[in-house]
């Protein structure tokens, strides 16, 4: 079972980047998918998470409004769209996903999640 992050990568504040998550190994469909993040030094923390019928959306509160969070479960894929990217958004980006179950609501907690991908680095300058 894999998880594969991309679209990383270097912008300048006020851009835009957005983030793709390749499932692979099993089907995520009925699992709650999400993304976190971690800046150096600094505890990893919630960027936003997705349940499996995307009716459920939740985000850390420092991104409100300018990411979002989909997905594409033809695809197994889950991606983040991010808006207007502030210098303090530079961390390594992971995506993760539960076993599954079809829950309604997708959990705001990292440690809810079992399965990880390897992290992406997004860098923001000022």
């Known amino acids: 079972v894999q998880l594969q992050a991309s679209g990383g990568g270097l912008v300048q504040a006020g851009g835009s980047l957005r983030l793709s998550c390749a499932a692979s190994?099993?089907?995520?469909?009925?699992?709650?998918m999400g993304w976190f993040r971690q800046a150096p030094g600094m505890e990893r923390e919630l960027v936003a998470v997705?349940?499996?019928?995307?009716?459920?959306?939740d985000y850390g509160n420092s991104v409100k409004g300018r990411f979002t969070i989909s997905r594409d479960n033809a695809k197994n894929a889950l991606y983040l769209q991010m808006n207007s990217l502030r210098p303090e958004d530079t961390a390594v980006y992971y995506c993760?996903?539960?076993?599954?179950?079809?829950?309604?609501?997708?959990?705001?907690?990292?440690?809810?999640?079992?399965?990880w991908g390897q992290g992406t680095l997004v860098t923001v300058s000022s």
């Open positions: 993760a996903a539960d076993r599954g179950g079809y829950h309604m609501t997708a959990s705001a907690s990292q440690y809810h999640y079992d399965y």
């Open positions: 190994g099993r089907t995520f469909s009925s699992s709650a």
């Open positions: 997705i349940s499996w019928s995307s009716a459920h959306t």
